[in-house]
């Protein structure tokens, strides 16, 4: 890893920025559409449709290759550019501070805006620059391109030193977060200091479809085991969810998972659920705490 360069602010001095930018700008809607493996026209329709439905939370990454497609879409969609939260990632295969500056500035162009809401360093890899990448980013936010920087499947380690030792100002970490998965480690420590849990695959990559332990749940509240696993999250405190949705009917089901009233008798079954099912895990993932 890098050598760490000079904290840039001190963790109380960040947290302060978290504070200040969040009442500058409003925080991201609970619940937004994750664009992972959407590409190409499809993609488009399926932001297009989302934000007619009355999505707000965009989510996209360099490396998922629809920048182009998104800015298109809010482009067409009519609505203030003010008015969505829209998120990028700088790519974890960018080798220098320098290019991830330069990739930035083209994801701007592809998205046809001049600031992101929020721009993560998305995946930790080895050999990373994590400090350098880091500082970027905060120029980023200095200069108005990015409103909120922060970070992407970070493990509690990882997260400590860029919040402890770089001192970055980390708005939140977006990490895969569901029923099955506990994440309580990093959430107490965002918590701790002011900070969000992004979920990723908030719906274990479909797998949770068909729960019989969800299913349950959702029979007794006339919904969907789906449903009940995004009300679950959405109803945590500190918590948004960004499940991917290329149809409208899925989007839909999605937004009317605000309408589901969990219980403590539903909340203890998802809590003897098993908690260790990691679904994301590439080749180039960090070692998870």
């Not at 449903?227 to 499940?243: E, F, H, N, R, Y």
Request: glycine residues 6%; proline residues 6%.
């Amino acid at each position: 890893m890098a050598r760490l360069v000079r904290a840039r602010y001190a963790p109380e001095q960040a947290a302060q920025t978290w504070r200040a930018m969040t009442e500058a700008h409003p925080i991201p809607p609970k619940l937004g559409l994750g664009t992972f493996r959407m590409t190409g026209a499809a993609c488009q329709q399926a932001v297009e449709s989302a934000l007619a439905l009355g999505y707000r939370h965009i989510d996209t990454g360099q490396m998922y290759g629809n920048e182009t497609e998104i800015g298109a879409a809010i482009a067409a969609s009519g609505i203030p550019r003010s008015e969505i939260f829209l998120t990028g990632k700088v790519c974890h295969a960018l080798a220098t501070p320098e290019a991830a500056r330069i990739s930035l500035g083209e994801s701007l162009t592809r998205l046809r805006t001049e600031y992101l809401d929020l721009c993560l360093l998305h995946w930790p890899r080895a050999g990373l620059d994590i400090p350098g990448i880091l500082e970027m980013l905060i120029r980023a936010q200095e200069s108005g391109k990015a409103r909120r920087i922060g970070v992407a499947n970070f493990p509690l380690r990882l997260l400590r030193m860029a919040v402890e030792e770089i001192g970055a100002p980390i708005f939140c970490n977006q990490v895969e977060y569901h029923v099955l998965l506990d994440q309580t480690s990093i959430l107490t420590y965002l918590r701790a200091h002011d900070m969000m849990l992004v979920a990723h695959v908030p719906l274990a990559q479909g797998r949770l479809a068909e729960h019989p332990g969800l299913k349950a749940i959702a029979d007794r509240h006339g919904s969907t085991p789906a449903q009940v696993a995004l009300k679950w999250l959405l109803d945590q405190d500190g918590v948004a969810a960004i499940p991917k949705a290329g149809r409208t009917v899925s989007q839909r089901e999605n937004l009317a998972a605000f309408d589901v009233t969990l219980d403590d008798a539903d909340r203890a079954v998802i809590a003897s659920l098993p908690k260790d099912q990691r679904f994301v895990n590439p080749p180039f993932a960090p070692q998870w705490d």
